[in-house]
């Protein structure tokens, strides 16, 4: 399936290409679906494509030699797959690419992608800007897994879907199971449940798959604490920004 000009535009790493480059682009790229609980590829597997999300969410995960999962990270709609793997010169995948839900990709050869990479100096930017900020994304986690307990990560990460998925904090539905979640955090699925009932003390009330911030500063405060990167932190800007809004709006 090929893709509109206007749909490549609409993901944030091809938002400028000119008509020109879009069309040369999609002229060597489809679209793929991948349904959920399907791999899109595996560890050891030969590299064939550079991947971009354009609906859905795809775990990206490692498995110890005992078959247990580690989640590297869950990615969503706009976000690229392998964008180390494009720019090093990798021949085989390091991690498992899995659908999380039912999903649709762009994918573009990667032997064409290297060879005409310097004609898209944009996009080239943007690949480096991305690899830098995974990197970053890495540097905090490996942070916070030193200096916070398992409920302020827990916390923090509630807030991350909220911003990600626009949520209503005051009541939304967890888009991935508990048992991905845990693994994305590095915990037990038991520290797991166990931490969603302390939370309760903080401004945070999770039922089954329902999570409702009651306290939205209290929850805030307890997750950006310990933090050394909250006040630069994306996602504790933007949760306080929606907090100011619906205080505006009085809910």
């Given amino acids: 399936m ?10 944030p790493l091809f938002s400028d290409i000119s008509g020109d480059d879009g069309a040369m682009l999609i002229r060597n790229s489809r679209i793929i679906s991948c349904k959920r609980g399907k791999f899109l590829f595996m560890h ?5 494509h550079f991947y971009v999300i354009c609906r859905g969410a795809m775990q990206i995960f490692r498995e110890t030699p005992g078959g247990h999962e580690i989640t590297n990270d869950i990615l969503i709609a706009g976000d690229s797959l392998n964008t180390e793997e494009v720019v090093g010169s990798q021949t085989v995948h390091a991690v498992n690419a899995r659908a999380v839900e039912d999903s649709s990709l762009l994918a573009i050869p990667v ?3 290297r ?7 944009h996009i080239a930017g943007k690949l480096l800007q991305n690899l830098a900020d995974r990197l970053h994304s890495v540097q905090v986690e490996a ?3 030193t200096t916070m307990s398992a409920a302020q990560m827990v916390a923090c990460y509630l807030q991350k879907l909220c911003v990600l998925y626009d949520f209503d904090p005051h009541g939304f539905e967890l888009p991935y199971t508990k048992t991905l979640i845990a693994s994305r ?3 037990e699925k038991e520290t797991f449940s166990r931490t969603l009932q302390t939370l309760r003390d903080q401004g945070i009330t ?4 329902h999570v409702s911030f009651k306290d939205m500063r209290k929850a805030d405060n307890f997750s950006c604490g310990e933090c050394s990167v909250a006040e630069e932190c994306g996602t504790h800007r933007l ?10 709006h009085g809910t």
């Fill in 2 to 11: 090929t893709i509109a000009l206007e749909t490549l535009k609409a993901l």
């Fill in 44 to 48: 050891g597997d030969k590299i064939t």
């Fill in 111 to 113: 032997s064409w992608m």
């Fill in 115 to 121: 060879e005409n990479l310097k004609e898209f100096d």
């Fill in 143 to 145: 942070e916070q897994l």
């Fill in 185 to 187: 955090l590095r915990i």
């Fill in 206 to 209: 999770v039922t089954g798959t």
């Fill in 239 to 248: 949760f306080y920004e929606k907090l100011d809004k619906l205080s505006v």
